[in-house]
């Protein structure tokens, strides 16, 4: 018996036509078109990111002004003597007496700081222990108090608030109730 030599054959891996991979250039064409993609997609990531920034500074410093604007008024309306050293000419601080939660206090308004951004803080101790109200005033000329005859009956306040990226000027005239003369 003889044995005959068996032929196996092997299936080939060689690529067929067409089959032969990616060249270098449309390999480098392919990263170009996905890096300008990318970059472009960061871009603008990144200005939504600064443009929300923006916009939650401007909406913080606003809402920090309004709540202040509300308490001066309030406690300035219900004040019952105005210090006299308050006058026409814009002035970074007024001090009054009226009453906290009914009982007598000396309350001082003030705006501390040597350079812009401006604090504004509040004592309710006579001008002791001030607490920083607004942190963000862009000038330290906020209180404008008027007379009718010899009695003040009016204080203005301008509270100019900085943002980022602008200065916005929240104001409002009070008229005092308790308006009498200290003299």
Do not use: H
Not at 15 to 37: K, W, Y
Not at 55 to 68: E, F, H, K, Q, S
């Amino acid at each position: 018996m003889t044995s005959q030599a068996t032929r196996v054959r092997r299936a080939t891996t060689s690529p067929g036509d067409g089959e032969a991979g990616f060249t270098l250039a449309e390999l480098l064409v392919t990263m170009m078109v996905m890096g300008i993609v990318a970059s472009t997609v960061m871009a603008v990531a990144m200005r939504t990111f600064t443009t929300t920034a923006t916009i939650t500074n401007r909406r913080d410093v606003l809402a920090d002004g309004r709540v202040a604007l509300d308490q001066l008024s309030k406690q300035l309306r219900q004040a019952e003597s105005i210090d006299s050293t308050c006058d026409t000419t814009p002035t970074d601080s007024i001090t009054f007496t009226g009453y906290i939660d009914g009982d007598p206090a000396t309350i001082v308004w003030s705006v501390a700081g040597s350079s812009a951004p401006y604090v504004l803080q509040e004592s309710r101790l006579g001008g002791a222990n001030p607490v920083p109200v607004v942190s963000s005033l862009a000038d330290n000329d906020v209180f404008t108090c008027s007379t009718d005859g010899d009695v003040m009956d009016q204080v203005s306040v301008r509270l100019p608030l900085q943002t980022n990226t602008t200065t916005v000027d929240l104001t409002t005239d009070v008229q005092l109730r308790n308006a009498q003369n200290d003299s």
